[in-house]
């Protein structure tokens, strides 16, 4: 196929490049050159090697003076000199340029026009590709002619190897961000996600200087045009719970607050597959097909049916499509202001209980505390879920300091009355290893019972420990579930657990006191 774009200006000088090919070219790429293989159900399956989530520890942001007072640096954002950038840039150029073909992805970034970021991927990998085409919003054949430069360009060349002699990079993968070049290299992880997470930093960096708040985040907007966000990290719940059947998708991850309501960052969906049944999650299920990416799943050899129970391979099991296979998806992907918020946490001491209603300066504790469990396999060796505490659900993905979000989010919650909920999606009856997960049946209930206004009518008691508002009643909830005391076997056993949490929040909060 003939090249339609030059990269000459990047340095790169290979001859067969691939501009926005369509998701049938890059199966046909990803069949013959990238050992990829088709499922029954139509979707392109690929293996990203030895990385199979985030390497949040081989984060990068180089150290400038125009953007360092704006950084919240340390374990989340670690500098790196515009030297080492440098190196880490023409490591990855010598890759591609020894690649027989080169693909790239202009996209944009934020379904707002006010806000929108034009991203352009260059990657030697179809799926990678394909990936991308599916989280960008698309653009059409006029857009895509008239295009331009892009804002920020991300250089993935994972396949190869970072190397560690290089002043900032402690192991074979590094993941870096030039802000003063709108540059983003990635060496040695070939998970798809960094990508994704890359563009998110970008948006983190980037809207709070336009009175934006971003935000790790799902969201959905109901008949009435009520409009729901659901925080929560990887594995808590916001890809399921937002893509509801009664409501209507408007984004499953990254979404931007702006005056005028929100905005969902992506054009796409990322949605963990491990243990995914059309029973539980239809919408999901169903979007698995032609045009559809599956991350690291097994299937049978023979019938190529997913075993989407297998995790041999990974607990991270991933699928990515675009949001429109999604039903009840709106396009444009905006809302207007949140009438209710929603934080998703997965409590690894099953001792929170399923739901609670939160005051506003709760709400702000809960978001800066950023309470859950890291779910196995969502980070390089993370085995099993661990209790961890992530300012604004999303440390990972921060940019500046959490209070930079946290002031956002309170004063466009108190601007527009908008009521904020805990739910937790995590374990009941004991911790992790004893209790069981909370059945998914019942958080929807839960969760419909916030949207129809029921809950914020039940009675509430207050929890001693934590001094949450735990409603008595909920519709479709078991009552001994709502209070998590009594799912347990061992009173005491629950007091000195729920006492060891409680002390873990204060102990958090203190640090941004």
Known sequence: MAQDISLQQYGLDVGDVHRNLSPAALYEHGLAYDGSSITSAGALVA????????????????????????????????????DSFEKNREIALNYLNGRERLYVVDGFAGWDPRYRLKIRIICSRPYHALFMHNMLMRPTAEELEAFGQPDYVIF????????????????????????????????????????????????????PDKGVLSM?????????????????????????????PKRFLIGDDEH???????????????????????????????????????????YDDKTREVDYTD??????????????????????????????IIFLTCDAFGVLPPVSSLTP??????????????VAGTEVGVTEPEATFSACFGAAFLVRHPKVYGEMLAKKME????????????????????????K?????????????????????????????????????????????????????????????LAQLFADNEAKFD
């Open 311 to 340: 995790n041999s391979l990974t607990e991270n099991t991933r699928c990515s499509y675009p949001i429109d296979y999604i039903p009840n998806a709106v396009e444009p992907c905006v809302g207007g202001h949140p009438n209710n």
């Open 47 to 82: 293996i990203s090697g030895a990385k199979t989530g985030r390497s949040p520890k081989d984060k990068r942001i180089v150290d400038n003076p125009e953007s360092h007072d704006n950084v919240w640096w340390g374990n989340i954002n670690m500098p790196i000199s515009s």
């Open 216 to 244: 790790h985040c799902s969201a959905n907007i109901g008949e009435q045009k009520d409009v729901s966000i659901f925080f929560g990290l990887s594995g808590t719940g916001k890809t399921t719970l937002s893509a509801d």
């Open 156 to 207: 993935n060349a994972g396949a190869q190897p970072a190397d560690p002699a290089v002043d900032g990079v402690d192991s074979d993968a590094s993941v870096a961000i030039n802000f003063e070049k709108s540059e983003f290299v990635i060496l040695g992880t070939q998970y798809a996600g960094e990508m994704k997470k890359g563009v998110f930093s970008i948006m983190h960096y980037l809207m």
């Open 415 to 438: 601007a527009h009355g908008a009521r904020a909920w805990l739910v937790n999606t995590g374990w009941s009856g004991g911790g992790y290893g004893e209790g069981e997960r909370m």
């Open 440 to 500: 998914l049946p019942w958080t929807r209930a839960i969760i419909d019972a916030i949207h129809d206004g029921s809950l914020a009518e039940a009675e509430t008691a207050i929890d001693p420990n934590f001094g949450l508002a735990v409603p008595k009643t909920c519709p479709g909830v078991p009552e001994e579930i709502l209070n998590p005391k009594n799912t347990w076997a061992d009173g005491a056993a629950y007091d000195e657990a729920a006492k060891k």
């Open 361 to 374: 300066e709760q709400a702000m504790k809960q978001f800066l505390a950023g309470y859950t469990a890291k």
């Open 256 to 298: 931007c607050w702006s005056e005028e309501g929100i905005f969902n960052i992506e054009g796409g969906c990322y949605a963990k597959a491990i243990n995914l049944s059309e029973e539980f999650e239809p919408d999901i299920y169903r979007a698995i097909r032609f045009g559809s990416v599956l991350e690291n799943v097994v």
